[in-house]
């Protein structure tokens, strides 16, 4: 069967912006589908074509296009339908050969345009369903992101994030009905941020500005709320690299303490589980949640290995505390194959079960001694932190 479906690209300047083939598309189709705004262009035309508007929920809609199936069908969608538009939802139901997609100027492509920017050197994102917290992952001193609104208030809640996160010098400007006649664009800085709430369809330019420690990774440690005892920033830093956190993944995080695995974790898209016996740390563990997190990360108390029953499955799990056979055991059999298991040990007894695990199953094996420099009276010298023993294993790469 040849394409029935056509997904054509429209933007705010409507059919008058649409390019010959994609005029014909709309002018042959029997079947029209889209959300309202878009099959409001379409008055006084295709008056042929059945229109049908996106169901609630939009899934309900997968019923409507498979109904049509073998009908000359047009699909209507913002700019670029294949980023951030519905062309990955119809190909999961569709067969590759019975659609076509026939995109105009994505809004990321009208902003850069717009602002002068490189697209290639721009983080291209979106809030529309997802928690605006979300961005702090791509906030970095100099970065440049193009971020697609769900509605007015986005704008003001990005501002409120950047200040938050020490970047309230980052120019942003503010781009609505990019390609229509009532395009217009504002700019301020997110410290400064008073703009009213605009159109629902706006995307919000950021030019970031701020300190490099602000960043998503690594954080100091001064940013946590800690009783001392904490896995420190080269420690942690190590740690995050060889649990490779990814968004969406599943972290357990053992013996989590004030939680600085479990917030850059989140931080960097992924979802944790924090384990913490003491009620003392878990209050610092909520509090740097509040603060640092911006990501889901579920505080459990408890004691392992009894308390992990229950827990979703883990992409990757850190041990910092609480560590035994039964708990090894039991986080390492919940892992999926290429799975990450990171422990660290501080005390001797610790620091023998992990030379036990080695011995028995391989890994990297890493000791770690740090001195920070620190005031000596009037002179400054090296006071040494306590050495951490690093031991990271991926599942399917044991020793056999």
């Known amino acids: 069967m040849p394409a029935w479906l056509t997904v054509v690209g429209i933007g705010d300047g409507g059919l008058e912006c649409l390019a010959p083939e994609q005029r014909a598309a709309i002018d042959a189709a029997l079947h029209v589908v889209g959300g309202a705004r878009h099959l409001a262009m379409l008055d006084g035309v295709a008056a042929a074509a059945q229109r049908h508007c996106w169901s609630s929920p939009f899934d309900a809609s997968r019923a409507t296009i498979e109904a049509l199936a073998g009908k000359p069908t047009v699909v209507l969608a913002s700019g670029d339908p294949s980023w951030f538009g519905p062309v990955a939802w119809l190909r999961r139901f569709l067969p590759a050969d019975a659609m076509r997609v026939l995109p105009s100027p994505s809004s990321f492509s009208l902003a850069a345009a717009r602002l002068g920017w490189a697209l290639e050197d721009v983080a291209c994102l979106s809030a529309h369903g997802r928690p605006v917290s979300a961005l702090a992952a791509s906030l970095g001193a100099g970065r440049r992101l193009l971020i697609l609104s769900a509605d007015g208030t986005t704008p003001g809640e990005v501002a409120s994030l950047l200040v938050r ?110 384990l913490e016996p003491r009620a003392d740390r878990r209050a610092l563990l909520a509090e740097n949640v509040r603060r640092l997190s911006h990501g889901p990360v579920e505080i459990v108390a408890g004691l392992a290995p009894d308390a992990l029953d229950g827990f979703a499955a883990p992409d990757s799990v850190f041990i910092g505390g609480g560590l035994s056979e039964a708990t090894f055991a039991r986080a390492f059999d919940a892992l999926p194959h290429h799975g990450n298991l990171v422990a660290h040990a501080v005390t001797l007894e610790s620091e023998a079960l992990l030379l036990t695990f080695h011995a028995r199953y391989g890994g990297n094996l890493t000791r770690l001694a740090v001195a920070v420099a620190a005031p000596v009276g009037t002179l400054t010298g090296w006071r040494p932190q306590m050495p951490v023993t690093h031991w990271h294993l991926r599942k399917g790469a044991e020793r056999t």
Not at 240 to 263: K, M, N, Q
């Open 165 to 274: 996160e020490g970047f309230g010098l980052s120019r942003m400007t503010v781009m609505e009905h990019l390609g229509g006649a009532h395009e217009r664009a504002l700019s301020t800085t997110a410290e400064a941020f008073s703009l009213p709430q605009g159109a629902a369809l706006n995307i919000v330019a950021v030019d970031c500005v701020g300190r490099p420690e602000h960043g998503a990774f690594g954080l100091a440690d001064e940013a946590f709320a800690h009783d001392g005892k904490m896995t420190k920033r080269p420690m942690r830093t190590l740690a995050l690299a060889a649990l490779e956190p990814r968004p969406g993944a599943c972290l357990w995080d053992i013996g989590s303490g004030c939680g600085s695995i479990a917030v850059e974790w989140a931080r960097l898209g992924g979802r944790a589980i924090a």
